[in-house]
């Protein structure tokens, strides 16, 4: 009892450090390359839930949907080419016979004939086998051109989301530029008609009033078009101006995370779903080349038949038809000794297929590293851009609390006060434009050269890029 007790204790010991080895050597699935909570829904909850949805109603999305179902419905054709094939017919005949020259000898048949066959291929040199295996190539294919389409939409939407959150960051400029440009022509009427300035002045402050007019509808007129796009690439409902969120969250930027993220990438040769799905095309073509070698060999098929047939016999002088079933076991072998090189043709297409392909997935690795280090120089020059951004708003604020003091001094202005403020909005613009380009870059940058948690939203049977 004590041995098995002390038996008993280790085993249980042993499992648990085993449960805990794979909790600390699994991580979760997306986070594993450390960009959880750098993206951009993780500062909007809004744009997460988005993406989320956009899963199952984006155009693009329903649209891989139906390409992955169509393949799938091909499985079965292909498949069918290797099982049994069942068929017959049923007909109920009226036959009447007479020879020409004797009118009195003729004979009439009336009955139920039927007859029925079930076929079945034997030996195709696994022709059979290695088209069925095509097709699901295919499916496999049409699947990872569904995550891919769905990265790519995310990669877009993100871009999409904070773009409209700097635009209404800039609308906000535009409003408070516009209420001064009306208010200093309404100042400027009011000195026309004490006759302190001239038309001329007056004209030239209300031609200000009119471009700040114009620049505020092209800038409303491109958030409505930007806020439209937006909703018809994510199949979502109406997103009003009021649920696009009025400022961009301070942004932190890590080289060296961005530097791991890059090395990854190269040690891993570039490869992600669009590199994998050139692959499969490159084992398309050579299981392609394998079914055109043995075109020209001889195929083997057996079959096997049932059949009530009218058979008639006519002679000078008599006709007699007989009502004949017979049954049929059979193994045959279809011989093609010549086909005009059409097999010639089939394997040089599939040669030629293969290159095709194997030269696609060399461009498309490398386009994938060169973007990836075009995207990490950027996010340097973004991070910077982001640096004198700050400062520059800094800068504004403590402009406008300093005019803010001199008012109450009495020693400028409002006007004064208003220009400061006017300028700290520009500020603010230009800081939301440069953490929303910042953030464009860096979705970007991780969705290519990292494990992009988006990703985490599919079904599980779509597999994920294998680095």
């Given amino acids: 009892?004590?041995?098995?007790?002390?038996?008993?204790?280790?085993?249980?010991?042993?499992?648990?450090?085993?449960?805990?080895?794979?909790?600390?050597?699994?991580?979760?699935?997306?986070?594993?390359?450390?960009?959880?909570?750098?993206?951009?829904?993780?500062?909007?909850?809004?744009?997460?839930?988005?993406?989320?949805?956009?899963?199952?109603?984006?155009?693009?999305?329903?649209?891989?949907?139906?390409?992955?179902?169509?393949?799938?419905?091909?499985?079965?054709?292909?498949?069918?080419?290797?099982?049994?094939?069942?068929?017959?017919?049923?007909?109920?005949?009226?036959?009447?016979?007479?020879?020409?020259?004797?009118?009195?000898?003729?004979?009439?048949?009336?009955?139920?004939?039927?007859?029925?066959?079930?076929?079945?291929?034997?030996?195709?040199?696994?022709?059979?086998?290695?088209?069925?295996?095509?097709?699901?190539?295919?499916?496999?294919?049409?699947?990872?051109?569904?995550?891919?389409?769905?990265?790519?939409?995310?990669?877009?939407?993100?871009?999409?989301?904070?773009?409209?959150?700097?635009?209404?960051?800039?609308?906000?400029?535009?409003?408070?530029?516009?209420?001064?440009?009306?208010?200093?022509?309404?100042?400027?009427?009011?000195?026309?008609?004490?006759?302190?300035?001239?038309?001329?002045?007056?004209?030239?402050a209300q031609l200000s009033l009119d471009e700040a007019r114009l620049a505020l509808d092209r800038l409303k007129a491109d958030f409505t078009t930007e806020r439209m796009r937006f909703q018809k690439l994510a199949g979502a409902g109406e997103i009003t101006e009021e649920a696009v969120p009025a400022e961009i969250p301070a942004v932190t930027y890590s080289a060296p995370l961005a530097t791991t993220l890059l090395a990854d990438l190269l040690r891993a040769g570039g490869k992600n779903l669009t590199a994998e799905m050139m692959e499969m095309r490159v084992h398309e073509a050579d299981l392609n080349y394998q079914i055109a070698r043995v075109r020209l060999l001889p195929k083997f098929n057996a079959q096997v038949g049932y059949s009530l047939l009218n058979v008639t016999n006519a002679t000078a002088n008599a006709v007699n038809q007989t009502g004949i079933a017979q049954q049929t076991v059979e193994v045959n072998a279809r011989w093609t000794v010549f086909d005009g090189f059409a097999t010639k043709g089939a394997k040089l297409e599939a040669l030629a297929d293969k290159r095709y392909w194997q030269r696609q997935l060399h461009l498309a690795t490398e386009s994938t590293i060169e973007e990836a280090q075009r995207l990490e120089r950027a996010l340097e020059l973004d991070a910077r851009a982001i640096g004198f951004a700050e400062i520059r708003r800094a800068g504004a604020e403590e402009g406008v609390r300093r005019q803010q003091e001199e008012v109450k001094l009495g020693n400028v202005s409002q006007g004064t006060v208003d220009a400061a403020l006017h300028e700290l909005r520009r500020t603010e613009y230009n800081n939301a434009l440069a953490r929303a380009q910042f953030l464009s870059d860096w979705s970007a940058f991780v969705s290519l050269a990292a494990d992009d948690p988006v990703l985490n939203n599919l079904p599980s049977r779509y597999v994920r890029p294998n680095r």
Avoid at 27 to 46: C, I, K, M, N
Avoid at 121 to 132: D, I, M, R, V, Y
Avoid at 160 to 175: D, Q, S
């Fill in 1 to 204: 009892m004590l041995l098995s007790g002390l038996i008993f204790e280790r085993a249980i010991r042993c499992a648990l450090l085993l449960c805990f080895s794979v909790l600390l050597l699994a991580p979760a699935r997306g986070q594993s390359s450390g960009v959880g909570g750098t993206l951009p829904e993780d500062y909007f909850p809004g744009l997460k839930a988005v993406l989320e949805k956009a899963l199952k109603q984006a155009p693009q999305i329903l649209l891989h949907e139906a390409e992955i179902a169509q393949s799938e419905a091909r499985v079965y054709g292909a498949d069918a080419q290797r099982l049994p094939n069942l068929g017959g017919d049923i007909r109920y005949d009226r036959n009447q016979t007479s020879i020409s020259n004797n009118a009195g000898a003729q004979s009439r048949d009336n009955g139920l004939f039927y007859s029925a066959a079930i076929s079945q291929p034997l030996f195709h040199w696994g022709a059979l086998k290695t088209n069925s295996e095509i097709s699901r190539i295919r499916v496999a294919i049409a699947e990872k051109n569904y995550a891919e389409g769905y990265r790519t939409l995310a990669v877009v939407l993100r871009q999409i989301y904070v773009g409209l959150v700097a635009k209404k960051a800039g609308l906000r400029h535009e409003v408070y530029f516009f209420g001064l440009n009306e208010a200093n022509v309404k100042s400027a009427q009011e000195k026309r008609d004490r006759g302190e300035i001239s038309a001329g002045d007056f004209a030239s």
